[in-house]
């Protein structure tokens, strides 16, 4: 088909394209439909394209043109221009266009379905005004193991990427070639790969030889994905979770398989796990369940698509002004965020690991301002303690108050907790953390979303100690902001004071004869969940730990609207992220939970366990980091889950 388009009857109006660029942009927010261009180059090399072969001249659906190669910040995903900066050209194609001169083809990327603009981005963008089906394109296509589609987006170019690199790493579309397998999520190709080394792993076990990694997926195919799938059509499972593949499904009944298992201290089987996860999560495509989708998303949309519209008509505002201001002020912190830590692991041996946590043990003490470096364990004499008071909570279980000095100057309160059982037998231990609030509600005194974390975890037959957070409940003279503040212009934060005092209560409970030194877990929700994770990182004497509400990146959690300041730790990006922290743990088995409801969290702890897990991984122990996400759990401590997984290590 030629480039002479139907005529419009004059000259398209600029302000008109620019408007719908923007309209684009405002509804996207509401629809979720990608409004932006795919990056070629990102596509390229996320998806490991190398092997380019010339189609020749084509006429090519428009509709079909998604990305480009330089121009993709430029204009929408329809095409409609972005930047003021591209007026005088665009108009010039368009009175071209209008009066029926032609125009010379484009020349485009073919990788899958989509097409890439390789020159010809206004041209493109002109057409698609005038509503042309297609148009002719000099085409060169890339070979791809991993289908692209047109309506992919950015998020599921990573999937793509994901995809694409657990099929290089396992050759498992030419092993198992009839075996379909494509996830929605990109994280989870990791615990797919974690599956077959597993299995690769007990086969050489079982067969007293070395088995080699294609046989492993070969047998993973039939043995096991294969045969849960096969259950999943039986069942017709997959009609109640629309939008979500076979993959999804096996994977989230793995995870379910997993939570159960741990939540309830048995093995699970894979029936009743399948069958719980279809009574509770189900969903059926029925007008009212999509209609009240659409309510919440709308209702989630209201206060970014205001913003938009009331910049659209502000006088003399252009729709990205604010945006290209925003990315202005993150600038300068981008390129630190975006780059590979320098405390990221790289290594491939145990002894590099050792070197690697040695060094950055040291710097996170530094970063933290946890105090002296050659750190004194306190006894007695030291920690002075008195108990206040003894309270017999219920049959057996007896509750202390005790008062303990920490470091010159405070004297800081703890709950101690002690099952009838202690009295004839050590028990272990648990340092149960506080999130922003305080020992009356992890011990059950007021009612609050730690669910009086300390005294179940005690009715199960741990003993549980939780310490007062500075600048709370009695300690609140002066707020924790206020002192987070006044410690960091003396080289301290406030996370740092916290970690040093729970390292004494550490301390303290080694002096007593009701606990196990050998045995010693701790978790806490939020910025307990914080202190658990800098506290094991630091302190050896933590067995197990559990990290409720927290696991992220911090670049994301400093950017929330609820996100409280005290978390940022001073220069930490400029060394590690979360994960290379969270890493610090191994080998000791640490579990991660991340409610789905939970505004606190998001979908970047599984790029941050992925780090974990690696660290884990080359430890031999993959087995002892887990990260679960309970679907239906909001930002609350699931005191069902640490019984399971504290027993599970330490009993």
Avoid at 428 to 436: D, L, R, S, W, Y
Avoid at 560 to 582: F, K, Q, S, T, W
């Amino acid at each position: 088909m030629s480039n002479d388009y139907k005529k419009t009857g004059g000259i398209l109006d600029w302000e008109d394209a620019r408007r719908a660029a923007f309209t684009q942009d405002v509804l996207s927010v509401i629809t979720r439909r990608p409004a932006d261009l795919l990056p070629f180059e990102q596509v390229r090399e996320k998806l490991h394209l190398y092997n380019l072969s010339y189609l020749g001249l084509e006429d090519v659906p428009l509709d079909q043109i998604v990305g480009s190669v330089g121009r993709y910040q430029d204009f929408t995903r329809a095409f409609f221009p972005r930047q003021d900066k591209l007026q005088e050209r665009w108009q010039r194609i368009d009175r071209l266009i209008s009066t029926g001169t032609g125009l010379p083809p484009v020349e485009l990327y073919k990788v899958g379905q989509a097409y890439f603009v390789r020159d010809g981005n206004h041209r493109v963008s002109v057409a698609r005004q005038h509503n042309a089906p297609t148009i002719q394109a000099y085409v060169w296509e890339y070979e791809t193991r991993v289908p692209l589609e047109p309506d992919t987006d950015v998020d599921g170019l990573l999937c793509k990427a994901a995809h694409a690199a657990f099929l290089e790493h396992t050759d498992i579309d030419h092993i198992c070639p009839d075996t379909p397998l494509e996830l929605t999520q990109p994280d989870g190709y990791e615990d797919l790969l974690y599956e077959i080394e597993v299995m690769q792993q007990s086969i050489s076990t079982i067969e007293g030889r070395d088995v080699p990694f294609d046989e492993a997926v070969k047998v993973w195919c039939k043995m096991h994905y294969g045969l849960i799938i096969e259950i999943i059509r039986q069942q017709g499972i997959l009609q109640n979770f629309p939008g979500r593949t076979e993959a999804d499904l096996y994977l989230w009944l793995r995870r379910h398989q997993e939570e159960l298992g741990i939540r309830y201290g048995r093995s699970i089987l894979l029936k009743e796990a399948t069958d719980d996860l279809t009574r509770r999560f189900g969903e059926k495509p029925t007008p009212p369940r999509q209609m009240k989708k659409m309510i919440k998303q709308l209702a989630g949309s209201v206060g970014e698509l205001g913003r938009q519209l009331a910049k659209s008509i502000a006088p003399g505002t252009r729709p990205q002004d604010e945006d290209f201001v925003a990315a202005q002020l993150l600038a300068p912190i981008r390129s630190a965020a975006n780059a590979t830590p320098p405390y990221r692991f790289r290594g491939t041996t145990r002894e590099e690991w050792k070197t690697w946590r040695a060094e950055f043990c040291e710097k996170l003490w530094d970063l933290l301002g946890v105090g002296e470096r050659l750190y004194p364990q306190y006894g007695p004499a030291e920690l002075e303690p008195v108990i206040e008071e003894r309270v017999q909570v219920n049959d057996g279980l007896w509750r202390e108050l005790v008062w303990l000095t920490t470091e010159e100057g405070p004297r800081v309160p703890a709950y101690l907790f002690l099952p009838e059982e202690a009295s004839s037998k050590p028990l272990p231990a648990i340092v149960v953390f506080p999130g922003h609030g305080t020992i009356a509600q992890t011990a059950g005194l007021k009612r609050s979303y730690q669910r009086a974390n300390a005294l179940e975890l005690a009715r199960a037959g741990f003993v549980t100690l939780t310490m007062e957070l500075r600048g709370f409940g009695r300690l609140d003279a002066i707020g924790h902001l206020q002192l987070d503040a006044a410690a960091r212009l003396v080289g301290r934060t406030w996370y740092g004071m916290l970690v040093h005092d729970g390292m004494h209560a550490i301390d303290y409970l080694l002096t007593r004869p009701e606990v196990d030194p050998t045995r010693i877990g701790a978790t806490g929700i939020g910025s307990g969940g914080a202190l658990t994770m800098y506290t094991a990182a630091l302190d050896d004497r933590i067995k197990v730990a559990l990290i409720n509400s927290y696991l992220s990146k911090y670049v994301v959690t400093s950017l929330n609207e609820e996100h409280c300041p005290c978390n940022d730790i001073p220069g930490i990006l400029r060394y590690a992220e979360m994960g290379d922290v969270a890493a610090l743990i191994g080998p000791r088995p640490v579990l991660f939970v991340n409610g789905q409801r939970d505004s606190s969290t998001s979908l970047t702890a599984r790029w941050s366990f992925a780090i974990v897990h690696q660290v884990y991984r080359l430890l031999g122990v993959t087995q002892r980091a887990r990260l679960i996400e309970p679907a239906q759990m909001g930002h609350y401590f699931d005191c069902q889950l640490a019984t399971g997984w504290f027993r599970r290590w330490l009993v």
